[in-house]
């Protein structure tokens, strides 16, 4: 059974992600160490990119409906400096969190307001940034984990929701797929399964029964099935670890266009 996560769970999730995020900067022997996952990136960087995010969406949601984002955010973004020194550093990263979990409390989960993806499976509202945030919270946690040595699996609740996140609101979109159709299974340990469809019509997603399951019968055979705990999926997705390390049936090749498809739009 698929739980919903609603929005105080997200907010919840949101400050938990973003504390082990700062205990993570709190424990690194510098702030200048490199992200693996992030090569182009320092510590302080990855720090600056989250907490700036943080700010840049709670003026998104707090602006309400838009058919872009607010200009003074934008700007805002563009010259974002963060403070150098470690502790006033996590303070500034606090306050990013507190800024945002405060905009999407009292924006609630329905708003309507600008983002960047496509309405056709993630709502373009409060409760859409809210649940986005909590990936990419838990996603740079993990980098910033790794970048210190101490990577720890994304938490459960987080991870068996991620999967169906990514798929719906990063994939979907109405821009052709530029070679044959096909399908893309996501099948989670924990017992739970996805199928992302690729087509003339675009990309879009839907939950199938896990292997094994008889309510509804097995799905048809899919151009490519990923195999893995949710946690390893998401980061899969995120290209945060190999392909190595889920279980990859079929045509794995098929996994490779699909990394290196650039949908309009």
């Known amino acids: 059974m698929h739980k919903t996560l609603e929005l105080p769970d997200l907010l919840r999730l949101i400050d938990e992600r973003s504390t082990a995020f700062?205990?993570?900067?709190?424990?690194?022997?510098?702030?200048?160490?490199?992200?693996?996952?992030?090569?182009?990136?320092?510590?302080?960087?990855?720090?600056?990119?989250?907490?700036?995010?943080?700010?840049?969406?709670?003026?998104?949601?707090?602006?309400?409906?838009?058919?872009?984002?607010?200009?003074?955010?934008?700007?805002?973004?563009?010259?974002?400096?963060?403070?150098?020194?470690r502790d006033a550093l996590l303070a500034w990263l606090a306050e990013s969190t507190r800024l945002l979990l405060s905009a999407l409390r009292e924006a609630?989960?329905?708003?309507?307001?600008?983002?960047?993806?496509?309405?056709?499976?993630?709502?373009?509202?409060?409760?859409?940034?809210?649940?986005?945030?909590?990936?990419?919270?838990?996603?740079?946690?993990?980098?910033?984990?790794?970048?210190?040595?101490?990577?720890?699996?994304?938490?459960?609740?987080?991870?068996?929701?991620?999967?169906?996140?990514?798929?719906?609101?990063?994939?979907?979109?109405?821009?052709?797929?530029?070679?044959?159709p096909t399908t893309f299974d996501f099948h989670a340990a924990e017992g739970r399964s996805w199928r992302l469809t690729v087509d003339g019509d675009g990309a879009r997603s839907t939950r199938i029964p896990a292997p094994g399951a008889t309510a509804g019968g097995e799905p048809d055979t899919a151009g490519a099935a990923l195999h893995g705990?949710?946690?390893?999926?998401?980061?899969?997705?995120y290209e945060r670890i190999p392909a190595g390390s889920v279980r990859i049936e079929a045509d794995a090749g098929l996994i490779d266009l699909l990394r290196a498809w650039e949908p309009e739009g």
């Open 22 to 85: 700062r205990a993570a900067v709190a424990a690194a022997p510098r702030t200048d160490v490199r992200v693996p996952t992030c090569p182009e990136w320092t510590l302080f960087d990855l720090a600056e990119h989250l907490g700036g995010g943080d700010r840049f969406w709670a003026a998104v949601v707090g602006a309400g409906p838009a058919d872009a984002p607010p200009a003074e955010a934008t700007a805002a973004r563009a010259a974002l400096e963060a403070p150098r020194e």
């Open 108 to 180: 609630g989960p329905r708003n309507d307001c600008w983002t960047w993806w496509s309405a056709l499976q993630s709502p373009r509202n409060s409760g859409g940034v809210a649940r986005h945030r909590v990936q990419e919270t838990a996603v740079h946690t993990y980098d910033a984990q790794l970048a210190v040595g101490a990577p720890e699996p994304l938490p459960a609740e987080v991870a068996l929701d991620g999967v169906e996140e990514f798929l719906f609101t990063c994939c979907a979109t109405p821009s052709a797929w530029p070679h044959e």
């Open 229 to 237: 705990t949710a946690g390893e999926l998401v980061l899969f997705c």
